[in-house]
Nanobody
Framework: QVQLVESGGGSVQAGGSLRLSCAHS????????IGWFRQAPGKEREGVAA????????YYADSVKGRFTISQDNAKNTVYLQMNSLNPEDTAMYYC????????????????????WGQGTQVTVSS
């Protein structure tokens, strides 16, 4: 079992920044990858960023490349999503998720590759 707890969401004006955190637990010897997803009302869930254990390779949706950065602190079992230059289109509920079985490639942005999900944290960007 893996538990994930997101934090760091909030309201910000366009152009601002937020840093989301995903604290994850579980077998420390099971190498899991972590992804960030978001879902806005009336829209499909979108994979935003993912990080793979070992080589820490990262993957980003085109919509956030150059603005968002995913990173991890293994000592704290926490993955971060630094979000800069936010715009109203970034408004959504953000979820982190953990998976074990996919390979390190852009398919890590697909939700079907994840086995455990957090409860989400709301990000609201006003113009």
């Amino acid at each position: 079992q893996v538990q994930l707890v997101e934090s760091g969401g909030g309201s910000v004006q366009a152009g601002g920044s937020l840093r989301l955190s995903c604290a994850h637990s579980g077998n420390p010897y099971a190498r899991k990858y972590i992804g960030w997803f978001r879902q806005a009302p009336g829209k499909e869930r979108e994979g935003v960023a993912a990080i793979y254990p070992g080589d820490s390779s990262t993957y980003y949706a085109d919509s956030v490349k150059g603005r968002f950065t995913i990173s991890q602190d293994n000592a704290k079992n926490t993955v971060y999503l630094q979000m800069n230059s936010l715009n109203p289109e970034d408004t959504a509920m953000y979820y982190c998720a953990a998976g074990f079985y996919a390979v390190a490639d852009p398919s890590l942005l697909r939700g079907s590759n994840y086995n455990y999900w957090g409860q989400g944290t709301q990000v609201t960007v006003s113009s």
